[in-house]
């Protein structure tokens, strides 16, 4: 039990409340009966990046100690959508849509989780029964007041922004799919704390074991502050290009590498401990830590030989300077003379002609190794003409005829 409870301790931000979590692993274990692990999932947002394995990771654990994984896919939730940090109302998702976002889900869930031992559920297979007064019935178990103290909720309330009906029953459905599934433990991201208590309050109510809560920490993404997001455009992807991946992960603040470590690894508990007690004594340098880490993330997306070739990969250009082994190859058909700007922009390298402006002007574009000082240069582009934007991401163009 004490085994069980530190691996599952590690890297939580709170356990709600410790001493049932403690009971609910030993009266697994002397029963024999695995715990059911709820994770529930709002499917608006499918693409995956290293911010969303950290629950992932944390199920994984739970996975390799024999317990159940059940996994929640909102399409009834996910119709509201979850109000949760939002200062006004979701969109509403379309059957199609939360299906087509579920696969995706899966596909990449897959390689982190063992799909075929996962229980996967939508919760229309229970709220769609719900008849009218079974609804009234749900709503009768809290308050306004205590839906009102969420702090999303009480802000827009203090703004006199308005609060749709229909987003009240978002904690509350959630809360319900606990009670349907009899779930022991509930995962979320800290942020998710008052929805994941509900399906405890609510479990309550309906005359069911509670559930212990879990709460995993939300991590900064690349830039050290921002929690990693996509739309701040400082995640690593899943999916993404074993270089890229391992380069990304090379830029990450030092003073993160510990929080990395435990959270978006799969190394085992021990070995996290030495790696963070060696940096921290001065064992192991930050950079040999830092590759450590870049390596096993890569790994353990792509396999042991594209980590090892991506690491070569880095010592050879950030480390000796020279071009990567292998370098995408982009068409090119447009003006055998163009702007650097418009030719960056037409590439799709940079997303608007200002920003490729600021890249300039910081440096971060050369062509066939050479830095572009002037925003005014005209490019004469041949095939084979090699870009660099930023640190890491390197083009080949392959010319056509003009």
């Known amino acids: 039990m004490e085994r069980q409870f530190a691996i599952f301790q590690n890297g939580t931000n709170e356990i709600i409340p410790e001493d049932e979590f403690k009971n609910k692993i030993a009266k697994s274990i002397t029963n024999n009966i ?17 911010g969303h394995t950290v629950v992932l990771n944390k199920l994984k654990q739970f996975q390799e100690n024999g317990h159940v994984i059940q996994l929640i896919i909102g399409d009834y939730t996910g119709k509201i959508g979850d109000p949760t940090g939002k200062s006004a109302a979701r969109k509403q998702l379309t059957d199609e849509e939360v299906k087509r976002n579920a696969k995706t889900y899966f596909e990449q869930f897959s390689k982190v989780l063992d799909m075929d031992k996962v229980e996967l559920h939508y919760n229309s297979e229970w709220l769609a029964r719900l008849d009218f007064a079974g609804v009234i019935q749900m709503a009768a178990k809290t308050t306004v007041a205590r839906l009102l103290e969420r702090n999303d909720f009480a802000e827009r309330y203090a703004t006199n922004k308005p609060i749709s009906l229909h987003e009240f029953f978002y904690p509350l459905m ?20 008052f929805n994941l208590l509900m399906g405890r309050h609510l479990q309550e109510q309906y005359g069911k074991e509670k559930q212990v809560v879990l709460t ?27 270089n890229q991946m391992y380069g990304k992960t090379m830029s990450i603040p030092d003073h993160l590498m510990t929080k990395y470590f435990h959270l978006v690894t799969d190394l085992a508990l021990e070995e996290k401990m030495k790696i963070a007690h060696d940096v921290e004594a001065g064992l192991l340098h930050p950079r040999d830590a830092k590759m450590l880490l870049a390596r096993t993330i890569v790994r353990m997306y792509h396999g042991e030989a594209a980590a090892v070739q991506a690491e070569e990969n880095f010592k050879n250009v950030f480390q000796k300077g020279a071009l990567p082994a292998h370098i995408p190859a982009m068409r090119w058909d447009g003006d055998k003379t163009i702007n650097i700007i418009d030719l960056l922009v037409q590439l799709k390298l940079q997303p608007s002609k200002s920003e490729a402006r600021k890249m300039i002007q910081n440096g971060g574009i050369r062509i066939n190794g050479e830095k572009v000082n002037d925003i ?13 934007v930023g640190k890491r991401k390197f083009v080949k163009l392959q010319a056509g005829e003009v």
């Open 34 to 50: 695995p715990m059911k692990i709820k994770l529930g999932l709002d499917p608006s947002a499918p693409d995956i990046h290293l």
């Open 174 to 193: 959630q809360g319900y799919d606990s009670v349907a599934l009899e779930c022991d433990v509930e995962l979320g991201g800290n942020d998710q704390h």
């Open 216 to 242: 995993v920490p939300l991590i900064e993404g690349l830039d050290g502050v921002e929690k990693m997001s996509k739309s701040k455009n400082n995640y690593i992807g899943i999916d993404e290009d074993p």
């Open 376 to 388: 005014h240069d005209a490019v004469h582009v041949t095939d084979g003409l090699i870009i660099q």
